[in-house]
């Protein structure tokens, strides 16, 4: 037995596509199965947020489409025409409970007043009991603006409400040791992972995309999210959704799936945002003194260790910081723009007001708004 989520207050489950549809259509049964498994959570005092797929799927099978179509304005399409259905089918059977749709661009985690909005409409639902069902606005997102797929999604929502846990419910059960063959597949007998302590380049290679015609997803996006989830401190589990009663056996410790357990040190909120919420508008490259400072002593970045940018950028802009052979040491929020950049690299912070006319900061970007894993041991 895994140690029991005993004292589990929110959670945050996220249901893939494969695990609502068959031969291309909604399976009514399986939202029924899932819709059950979250009244007995919310009869459990349980506030859950439903981050369910399934959308584009059901949009296919009411046009009757086989095949996952790639143009972008007919997913949208599907997807318009879907998602209606899809909440119709929850809202059926999670009565007596209300369900309520929200559905996000990356644009609104990425901008933070609107991630706090974001927020605060989720924590009156919950006030109300009402089960806030989330999904990706497909229908107006384009290619830019994606989160790629709503594994990420649903880790950035468990990041944005401090989920106690993340629970992905998938067709693929977990992570296992080596590709199934489709035999040993249909009889169940893959080898499942049961914890990963640690996000490993290892564990990365041993996740392999799996191809599907309505799906994104895949072992690959999944450690991707239980990255996301484990450096805000939130432990993931990635189950077979399609198993009855899986998320209450999750929930009581059976060994389901594979548990990904979280870091020990939990990223502050605000720079968790900054590391996985946010887009970065440009890039700053620094010298190898700024690196060792940011990186081995977690200093703020001044602009003496700047040596060059790419693309424009306000102030107030999350950016990528990149050493000079354009490795990503991580990310912050910039007190300058690219413009004033352009003018202060490479000076010492006390020749800023004599370049500009004016100095409103010291630092570029102070280590309050700096993500940089290596200085935050965050994994
Ligand atoms: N948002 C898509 C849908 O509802 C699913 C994206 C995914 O598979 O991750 O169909």
């Not at 086989?66 to 259905?85: D, F, S």
């Not at 006030?127 to 606005?137: C, G, K, L, R």
Request: hydrophobic fraction near 40%; proline fraction near 3%.
């Amino acid at each position: 037995m895994r140690k029991t989520f005993i004292n589990l207050k929110k959670i945050v489950v996220k249901v893939g596509t494969k695990v609502l549809t068959k031969d291309g259509c909604l399976e009514e049964k399986q939202i029924e199965n899932i819709s059950n498994q979250i009244k007995w959570l919310v009869k459990k005092g349980i506030k859950v947020i439903l981050v369910s797929s399934g959308a584009i799927g059901a949009g296919m099978g009411i046009l009757g489409f086989k095949k996952r179509r790639r143009l972008l304005p007919l997913q949208q399409g599907l997807a318009a025409i879907g998602q209606n259905e899809l909440m119709n089918k929850y809202s059926k059977f999670l009565r007596p409970n209300l369900a309520a749709q929200i559905l996000l661009t990356r644009e609104d985690l990425n901008q933070r007043q609107r991630y706090l909005n974001v927020r605060n409409s989720l924590l009156t639902l919950w006030q109300w009991n009402v089960v806030p069902i989330v999904n990706e606005n497909d229908s107006v997102s384009v290619e830019e603006i994606k989160f790629g797929d709503n594994d990420q999604l649903a880790s950035l929502v468990a990041n944005l409400i401090s989920a106690d846990l993340l629970l992905i419910l998938s067709d693929v059960g977990g992570l296992r040791s080596s590709p199934p063959a489709p035999r040993l597949r249909r009889a169940g007998q893959n080898e499942i992972i049961s914890v990963v302590e640690k996000i490993t380049p290892t564990i990365e290679k041993m996740a392999f995309k799996e191809k599907g015609d309505l799906t994104k997803g895949g072992m690959v996006s999944k450690i991707q999210a239980a990255r996301i989830a484990a450096n805000g401190g939130i432990p993931t589990v990635v189950a077979q959704g399609r198993e009855k009663g899986i998320i209450e056996k999750v929930i009581k410790g059976e060994q389901k799936g594979t548990l990904f357990l979280p870091c020990q040190k939990r990223l502050k909120a605000r720079k968790s945002w900054i590391a996985f919420s946010s887009l970065p508008h440009g890039d700053v490259i620094i010298d190898q003194g700024a690196k060792e400072a940011l990186v081995k002593k977690g200093k703020s970045l001044l602009c003496s260790g700047i040596i060059g940018i790419y693309g424009k950028f306000k102030i107030g802009d999350i950016v990528r910081i990149l050493d000079k052979d354009k490795k990503e040491l991580g990310r912050g929020l910039v007190h300058y723009s690219s413009q004033e950049i352009e003018q202060i690299k490479g000076l010492q912070s006390n020749q800023i007001e004599a370049e500009l006319g004016y100095k409103d900061y010291e630092e570029v970007i102070h280590r309050d708004n700096l993500y940089c894993p290596a200085g935050e041991e965050s994994g």
